[in-house]
Nanobody, 126 residues
């Protein structure tokens, strides 16, 4: 029912900023919780941030990105965002958006997400 497509990745110097977008198709977008995951080469996919369908009233952030990243959504545009500030080399990864019908999901449980995007590469140079 929901399909996602990420954009906004690229190459940035440490300390810089990027904003990722996830465009979703499907009339049920507003009823889904949305999350950003990332995966670096040779490492497991990990949760970065999540946001409920109540648009900002229920959010989750990994400790490694608290204070630097902000997740948001615009249900009218069927779009999820991740504002990334003060980027570090360890943020380098492929970033994926994912959708879950749970209210809320177990944020870190990948099986709770029904739909995944194909990912966008973020590379942070030192």
């Amino acid at each position: 029912q929901v399909q996602t497509a990420e954009s906004g990745g690229g190459l940035v110097q440490a300390g810089g900023s990027l904003r990722l977008s996830c465009a979703a198709s499907g009339r049920t977008f507003a009823t889904y919780a949305m999350s950003w995951f990332r995966q670096a080469p040779g490492k497991e996919r990990e949760l970065v941030a999540g946001i409920s369908w109540t648009s900002g009233t229920n959010t989750y952030y990994a400790d490694s990105v608290k204070g630097r990243f902000t997740i948001s959504r615009d249900n009218a545009k069927n779009t999820l965002y991740l504002q990334m500030n003060s980027l570090k080399p360890e943020d380098t990864a492929v970033y994926y958006c994912a959708a879950s019908p749970w209210a809320p999901p177990n944020w870190r449980e990948m099986s709770d997400y029904n739909y995944w995007g194909q990912g966008t590469q973020v590379t942070v140079s030192s």
